[in-house]
T-cell receptor, first 114, second 114 residues
Framework: KAGVTQTPRYLIKTRGQQVTLSCSPI?????VSWYQQTPGQGLQFLFE???????NKGNFPGRFSGRQFSNSRSEMNVSTLELGDSALYLC?????????????FGEGSWLTVV | AQSVTQLDSQVPVFEEAPVELRCNYS??????LFWYVQYPNQGLQLLLK??????LVKGINGFEAEFNKSQTSFHLRKPSVHISDTAEYFC????????????FGAGTILRVKS
């Protein structure tokens, strides 16, 4: 069974641009979450999607958005990029929204903003 | 609100020695507890989780953790470490109920020396 797949793995963007990151969850998983990992702030929850609806949101500005498609695949978008958005963005999936599920993480997308 | 404190940012240890990585949490509600490991340039992998029942939880790769409700702790232990255990370890909590939001500690880098 394939794991959580994230694309692209590495990308470099310029300040002010926007970026879209893609995530394919494990087959059969319907809940997808996104996390940002930086050396300064650590791992922080961005948002969770289930059945194409955002169910939970972390404390990030509106420049960070996401969506989920009917096949459970998800994308996140960051507009008007800032240097501080440089981070590893991790996608995670679980079968459903029940707490206590094992949450499976992808290898992440490394975003560098210059 | 929940918070997780990992008391050591780095733990150096010699190969075949025992190790304990400390984790304390704060929450106004009952939580589930997790330990994840992150190897360089990879995503997070679940080591173990505590949902209920026995307070001693056994995980993969010979790791175990003990839930202590009175001390709000969930320390991770391994009786004999290997070079391959060198990685960053994250303690995390989530609400019981619905939702897959994890709140992570800052991480502990375990450095195993030969």
């Amino acid at each position: 069974k394939a794991g959580v797949t994230q694309t692209p793995r590495y990308l470099i963007k310029t300040r002010g641009q926007q970026v879209t990151l893609s995530c394919s969850p494990i087959s059969g998983h319907r809940s997808v979450s996104w996390y940002q990992q930086t050396p300064g702030q650590g791992l922080q929850f961005l948002f969770e999607y289930f059945s194409e609806t955002q169910r939970n949101k972390g404390n990030f500005p509106g420049r960070f958005s996401g969506r989920q498609f009917s096949n459970s695949r998800s994308e996140m978008n960051v507009s008007t990029l800032e240097l501080g958005d440089s981070a590893l963005y991790l996608c995670a999936s679980t079968p459903d929204r029940r707490a206590g599920n094992t949450i499976y993480f992808g290898e992440g997308s490394w975003l560098t903003v210059v | 609100a929940q918070s997780v404190t990992q008391l050591d940012s780095q733990v150096p240890v010699f190969e075949e020695a025992p190790v304990e990585l400390r984790c304390n949490y704060s929450s106004s509600v009952s939580v589930y507890l997790f330990w994840y490991v992150q190897y360089p340039n990879q995503g997070l992998q679940l080591l173990l989780k505590y949902l209920s029942g026995s307070t001693l939880v056994k995980g993969i790769n010979g790791f175990e953790a003990e839930f202590n409700k009175s001390q709000t702790s969930f320390h991770l232990r391994k009786p004999s470490v290997h070079i391959s255990d060198t990685a960053e370890y994250f303690c995390a909590v989530s609400d019981r109920g619905y939702g897959n939001k994890l709140v992570f500690g800052a991480g502990t880098i375990l450095r195993v020396k030969s």
